[in-house]
T-cell receptor, first 112, second 109 residues
Framework: NAGVTQTPKFQVLKTGQSMTLQCAQDMNHEYMSWYRQDPGMGLRLIHYSVGAGITDQGEVPNGYNVSRSTTEDFPLRLLSAAPSQTSVYFC???????????FGQGTRLTVV | RKEVEQDPGPFNVPEGATVAFNCTYSNSASQSFFWYRQDCRKEPKLLMSVYSSGNEDGRFTAQLNRASQYISLLIRDSKLSDSATYLCVVKASWGKLQFGAGTQVVVTP
């Protein structure tokens, strides 16, 4: 049972570099989302998608882009990495926006 | 003020004891409530939903108090494997999930 697969698990970037975090799910869920988790704070929604071709901003979208060309994949792009983007990133999918969320294993990103 | 607030703990609990902790939420129009469990350096996973009348799942009991805008989680007969961070999650009126920062529980032998 793959569920939600995120890659990479760890990444170190230099300030100004760009990269893409990959997320794929095999549960045929329409709703997918990206969160970041920082110490002392709850998971914060970056971007979400309610289906292929449809994306929208969450509460902390600045510095990130997403696209949803297929139901399965929802990549997150960091355009120009900044130290403030050092965090743990989780991708999640669910059958609906307020339903049980299934999370990927997370990506630990450090920007130096 | 945070939308969902939790005591970060840690709650240090002897094995076999009972531990309980709360979570408060600010939006009175919140629709659904959940507890997620997150092990160290792992992804969150759904522990249980919280229903208006309260509900149990084995050794875990969840309660909702809409008047005072809090939910609670009680763990009976604590096991070492219950050591984790418990995330309070609220479905806001606008449909998205809002996460608390978590309460850490440490069960000791």
């Amino acid at each position: 049972n793959a569920g939600v697969t995120q890659t990479p698990k760890f990444q170190v970037l230099k300030t100004g570099q760009s990269m893409t975090l990959q997320c794929a799910q095999d549960m045929n869920h329409e709703y997918m989302s990206w969160y970041r988790q920082d110490p002392g704070m709850g998971l914060r929604l970056i971007h979400y998608s309610v289906g292929a071709g449809i994306t929208d901003q969450g509460e902390v979208p600045n510095g990130y882009n997403v696209s949803r060309s297929t139901t399965e994949d929802f990549p997150l792009r960091l355009l120009s990495a900044a130290p403030s983007q050092t965090s743990v990133y989780f991708c999640a999918s669910s059958s609906g926006p307020g339903n049980e969320a299934f999370f990927g294993q997370g990506t630990r990103l450090t920007v130096v | 003020r945070k939308e969902v607030e939790q005591d970060p703990g840690p709650f240090n609990v002897p094995e076999g004891a009972t531990v309980a902790f709360n979570c408060t939420y600010s939006n009175s129009a919140s629709q659904s409530f959940f507890w997620y469990r997150q092990d160290c350096r792992k992804e969150p996973k759904l522990l249980m939903s919280v229903y208006s009348s309260g509900n149990e799942d084995g050794r875990f009991t969840a309660q909702l108090n809409r008047a005072s805008q809090y939910i609670s989680l009680l763990i009976r007969d604590s096991k070492l494997s219950d050591s984790a961070t418990y995330l309070c999650v609220v479905k806001a009126s606008w449909g998205k999930l809002q996460f608390g920062a978590g309460t850490q529980v440490v069960v000791t032998p």
